[in-house]
Each structure stands twice: as structure tokens, then as C-alpha cells.
């Protein structure tokens, strides 16, 4: 168990759809990662936060956005859904330290319909 | 721009053999940290080693053991006396000192064959 907490596992929406990802890091953990990884894909980097401020920008779509609350945790905002949206989306989590390694959640399986 | 390089989409062994997968890596910087992580077919992203870049001596977790070669930027990871279980996708990421982006390259996908 990497401590790491994505809700929900699974997530079925039509397109044209709003959803929301969360995340939990791990204890003692203040950055936060989004990936996405299309099907037998690569992972692909989103977005990153670290204590709350957005620290590092991927090739995340404008109908993509993410924040990270006050009690670390963070939330991914999927908008105006689409199929090729359809992915597994990763959160991971680390210290933050340069000798960190990410620390990854379960996953939540999106599929737009 | 910060690149990972797998050449290798896909790789068989047979059981107990020694397999080594590729990764190159493209940067400026100086100072910078490599990880090979593992995914098997239940999707979990999972660690399986780590590098810094600063230090010569290659990094080894039991069976797993990489071949660090900084001038090349060449990353490579060797699994030993392979096993059934250590079938699974591969990734080769990266993350660079002026940044906290962690790069991953596209994966080399490895089946270990009974």
C-alpha cells in the first residue's frame, strides 16, 4: 500500500461530462502529481502542486484543471468530457525532497461514453 | 526539452534468464535522478529502483541492478534470475535538479516466459 488515495476506482460519463478526481497523498507528503495514461500508453505528467501552489505544468488541456486544498489533498477537474478523455489517471505523491521517488495511487479509471 | 527514450516496446525471456531493458535520457543539467518503475497487469505503479545522478557507484535492489553510464546518458536496468511475476510494463523516468517534473519514457512491456 503506497498510502496514496484515489477516489472514485472507477468512473463511467458521457461526453460532454464534468467529473472530479481526488487524491489524498501520502502522510507527510505536500506535492502532488496528475498523470494520465491512455490505453497502453505511456504515462503522461499534468500537472504538479506542492503545498497548495502549482509548481509544474504538463501537457495538461485547458478543459483540465487542478487544485490542492489546505489539507493537502488535491482534486483534477475533467470538463466538457470527450472519448478520447477515456484514460487511467494516476495521482502520485512525494516528499519533494530531490531524492524522492513518486508515490502512486491506485488509479481512476475513467471511460466516456 | 526534458526526454525519455525506451527503444524496447516489448520484450520475452525465459524464466531465469537475465534480460536488460534500455533507456536513454536527454538533459543539460548536472545533477538529476533516474527510477525505473513497474507496472504489472494490475496497473499499480510500483518503484523498483533508483539512481542519483551525482553518485558513480549503479544502485541494486536484490535481483534489479542498472547500468548508469552519465556520459551516455544511458540508464539500463538488468533483472536477474527473472521470475514469472516480474512480468509486467516498464517505465524509465526522470527527474531533473531545475525542476519537478518526472519524465516517464513510453515503457518496453516484458513478458517472462515458463
Known amino acids: 500500500d503506497s498510502g496514496v488515495t484515489q477516489t472514485p476506482k472507477h468512473l463511467i460519463t458521457a461526453t460532454g461530462q464534468r467529473v472530479t478526481l481526488r487524491c489524498s497523498p501520502r502522510s507527510g507528503d505536500l506535492s502532488v502529481y496528475w498523470y494520465q495514461q491512455s490505453l497502453d500508453q505511456g504515462l503522461q505528467f499534468l500537472i504538479q502542486y506542492y503545498n497548495g501552489e502549482e509548481r509544474a505544468k504538463g501537457n495538461i488541456l485547458e478543459r483540465f484543471s487542478a487544485q490542492q486544498f489546505p489539507d493537502l489533498h488535491s482534486e483534477l477537474n475533467l470538463s466538457s468530457l470527450e472519448l478520447g478523455d477515456s484514460a487511467l489517471y494516476f495521482c502520485?505523491?512525494?516528499?519533494?525532497?530531490?531524492?524522492?521517488?513518486?508515490?502512486f495511487g491506485n488509479g481512476t479509471r475513467l471511460t466516456v461514453t | 526539452a526534458q526526454t525519455v527514450t525506451q527503444s524496447q516496446p516489448e520484450m520475452s525471456v525465459q524464466e531465469a534468464e537475465t534480460v536488460t531493458l534500455s533507456c536513454t535520457y536527454d538533459?543539460?543539467?548536472?545533477?538529476?535522478?533516474l527510477f525505473w518503475y513497474k507496472q504489472p497487469p494490475s496497473r499499480q505503479m510500483i518503484l523498483v529502483i533508483r539512481q542519483e545522478a551525482y553518485k558513480q557507484q549503479n544502485a541494486t535492489e536484490n535481483r534489479f541492478s542498472v547500468n548508469f553510464q552519465k556520459a551516455a546518458k544511458s540508464f539500463s536496468l538488468k533483472i536477474s534470475d527473472s521470475q514469472l511475476g516480474d512480468t509486467a510494463m516498464y517505465f524509465c523516468?526522470?527527474?531533473?535538479?531545475?525542476?519537478?517534473?518526472?519524465?516517464f519514457g513510453k515503457g518496453t512491456r516484458l513478458h517472462i516466459l515458463p
Open positions: 538533459t543539460s543539467e548536472n545533477n538529476y535522478y
Open positions: 523516468a526522470s527527474l531533473m535538479n531545475r525542476d519537478d517534473k518526472i519524465i
Open positions: 502520485a505523491s512525494s516528499v519533494l525532497g530531490r531524492n524522492s521517488p513518486l508515490h
